[in-house]
T-cell receptor, first 114, second 117 residues
């Protein structure tokens, strides 16, 4: 079945460690996005990529890094520079960047710093 | 600046009641798109509806209906005869037609709807 797979579902990290969240899609969508969700907050954009080997910072990119070496994959690394990384992270894809398409979301990764 | 406001943080209703979730937006674009997503406890966002700025027709889909009014910059969502399975967080979102962040969504903070049996 076509879809977006985020792994792992739950992730625990010690302070000072980098950690990478996986996002894989087989929808053949060009655009991919990473959003962060905090309790009582809407989703905020971290990074997005419209094509392979290209990506752009969103509103809260500090402390995060991404890569887009393949169309299917858009991993997000949470670095030790991210001051408050505990949150729910959602990966999304869109068929194109045209406005008249909706975004599809993965099931999310819940990251907790211990 | 783009902004989406969902003033209702939490709403509780009893099954079979009708409920309306409010959404107010701000944008300078004349062409834009509005969305509603549902987030069940499992966490993933489920797409419900998309509406473009040139189409102010209200829409009904089963128990769901949407009221888009450009004059008040609102895009409200009504669930008729609510059911326990409707319990979720609902997000309103805005997407614009141009700019360097083409395709991104601006989200409201969400409304937690709880439907009691």
């Amino acid at each position: 079945d076509g879809g977006i797979t985020q792994s792992p579902k739950y992730l625990f990290r010690k302070e000072g460690q980098n950690v990478t969240l996986s996002c894989e899609q087989n929808l053949n969508h060009d655009a991919m996005y990473w959003y962060r969700q905090d309790p009582g907050q809407g989703l905020r954009l971290i990074y997005y990529s419209q094509i392979v080997n290209d990506f752009q910072k969103g509103d809260i990119a500090e402390g995060y890094s991404v890569s887009r070496e393949k169309k299917e994959s858009f991993p997000l690394t949470v670095t030790s520079a991210q001051k408050n990384p505990t949150a729910f992270y959602l990966c999304a894809t869109k068929k194109t960047t045209l406005m008249n398409t909706e975004a599809f979301f993965g099931q999310g990764t819940r990251l907790t710093v211990v | 600046a783009q902004k989406v406001t969902q003033a209702q943080t939490e709403i509780s209703v009893v099954e079979k009641e009708d409920v309306t979730l409010d959404c107010v937006y701000e944008t300078r674009d004349t062409t834009y798109y509005l969305f509603w997503y549902k987030q069940p406890p499992s966490g993933e966002l489920v797409f419900l509806i998309r509406r473009n700025s040139f189409d102010e027709q209200n829409e009904i889909s089963g128990r769901y209906s949407w009221n888009f009014q450009k004059s008040t910059s609102s895009f409200n969502f009504t669930i008729t005869a609510s059911q326990v399975v409707d319990s979720a967080v609902y997000f309103c979102a805005l997407s614009e037609s141009g700019g360097s962040t083409l395709g991104r969504l601006y989200f409201g903070r969400g409304t937690q709807l709880t439907v009691w049996p």
